[in-house]
Nanobody
Framework: QVQLVESGGGLVQAGGSLRLSCAASGRIFSINAMGWYRQAPGKQRELVATITGGGSTNYADSVKGRFTISRDNAKNTVYLQMNSLKPEDTAVYYC????????????????WGQGTQVTVSS
């Protein structure tokens, strides 16, 4: 009933930039918070950044000052602007929507996107 679709991943050289987008679709009434997580090979999935409907943000220490998360509540879309990318940023990035309510789903529930690959070459 609810689907998160990510876009914007790809291959970029170190120091470059990418902008990830994630749109939640479905009969959604509200989303409490959205965010980005990432998982590199052999590592656990980790938080990258989150943002609430009120605009409060939270960043992993490793991306502070380089990444910026933003949200368009009207479009149920979250963005991640990634600047000064480093090879260690290479991972599959997953979009998350937390506290989702909607028609026929009740809730709140959490949803995950399928992931988008970000590869940063040295």
């Amino acid at each position: 009933q609810v689907q998160l679709v990510e876009s914007g991943g790809g291959l970029v050289q170190a120091g470059g930039s990418l902008r990830l987008s994630c749109a939640a679709s479905g009969r959604i009434f509200s989303i409490n918070a959205m965010g980005w997580y990432r998982q590199a090979p052999g590592k656990q999935r980790e938080l990258v950044a989150t943002i609430t409907g009120g605009g409060s943000t939270n960043y992993a220490d490793s991306v502070k000052g380089r990444f910026t998360i933003s949200r368009d509540n009207a479009k149920n879309t979250v963005y991640l602007q990634m600047n000064s990318l480093k090879p260690e940023d290479t991972a599959v990035y997953y979009c998350n929507a937390a506290g989702v309510t909607g028609r026929n789903i009740g809730g709140p529930y959490d949803y995950w996107g399928q992931g988008t690959q970000v590869t940063v070459s040295s």
